[in-house]
């Protein structure tokens, strides 16, 4: 959202970017990077000196560290500043808790991300599913690479990239159910098996190859999927295949009506 000031991007999924109104960018590294990302994924409350501490060098506080804290907090108000020389006040402040980054709404990726996963899970399935599909895809499109790339960070960012991760493959599977849903079948399999390879103990995805192949025509290979996927559950997992996979084994090899276009698949009922 514009303000006064202009607007910052905070980008997290994927390599921690911050992003200018006029194009500039700052990629934050180091002890840096560490400091920005923990006060990003913590943006509702102020974080302790102490905590900050912990997350950038996994050591409980000391003097030392206090001072280097304090010099770090400088660097970034400079940095933050530069990017935004017209703002009149620090969005780097300051509480009796501890210290919280200010952001405006619309400036922070991944929160934008999980309030259109929100939109979507609130339309549901049945209302609209093509604005539905449109709207998720505009979430996923947002995603560069895993949450901080390549450098998570301490134990609150990686719970929050663990956090996210998860919104995401929600996000794809509800995706996939619209789709179905609107009778895409044919549009998103290779998308859909492209995902299944990458994710193939997510037995969500199994379940929609599934259903997309055999209203495909092509029966053998959606029970082949299944066989496949509980072969490597049993052998590397040492688990069989969830009950909700298996009512899809037993829809395809039943030809049950269910499963067609003409209507919402039971296999697709339950939420993503």
């Known amino acids: 959202m514009a303000t006064e000031y202009g607007v910052l991007n905070f ?14 960018t700052e990629t934050p590294s180091g002890l840096q990077r560490a400091l920005v990302q923990t006060l990003l994924v913590s943006r509702a409350w102020p974080l302790p000196g102490g905590a ?3 997350e ?3 050591v409980a506080t000391s003097d030392r560290q206090v001072n280097a804290l304090h010099a770090h907090i ?8 530069a990017l935004e020389p017209e703002r009149a006040t620090s969005r780097l402040v300051m509480h ?16 934008v991300f999980a309030r259109r996963v929100e939109q979507a899970e609130a339309a549901g399935l049945d209302s609209r599913p093509e604005r539905t599909a449109r709207l998720l ?25 663990t956090r996210y991760e998860e919104l995401r493959m929600r996000a794809m599977e509800l995706l996939f159910d619209v789709e179905l849903v609107a009778g895409r079948h044919g549009a998103i399999l290779a998308e859909l098996r492209a995902t299944h390879l990458r994710h193939p103990f997510r037995e969500r995805f199994c379940e929609q190859l599934m259903v997309a192949l055999y209203r495909a025509g092509r029966q ?5 999927a299944y066989r496949h996927t509980g072969r490597r559950l049993s052998e590397e997992l040492g688990v069989d295949p969830c009950p909700a996979l298996r009512r899809t084994q037993q829809a395809i090899l039943s030809q049950d009506p269910t499963l ?10 339950r939420s993503a």
Not at 260 to 269: E, F, M, Y
């Open 137 to 161: 895809r505009s979430a996923l499109v947002m995603w560069r690479g895993p949450v901080f790339g390549d450098n998570p960070g301490g134990a609150v960012s990686r719970v929050a990239a």
């Open 52 to 54: 900050l501490i912990r």
């Open 56 to 58: 950038m060098w996994g």
């Open 96 to 111: 009796p808790s501890g210290y919280r980054l200010s952001l405006e709404e619309g400036e922070l990726d991944a929160a």
């Open 11 to 24: 980008s997290i999924l994927g390599a921690l970017e911050v992003r200018a109104a006029d194009g500039r």
């Open 260 to 269: 067609d276009t003409n209507g919402r698949p039971q296999v697709l009922a």
């Open 220 to 224: 053998a290979e959606a029970l082949n």
């Open 74 to 81: 400088s660097r970034l108000r400079r940095r933050l500043h």
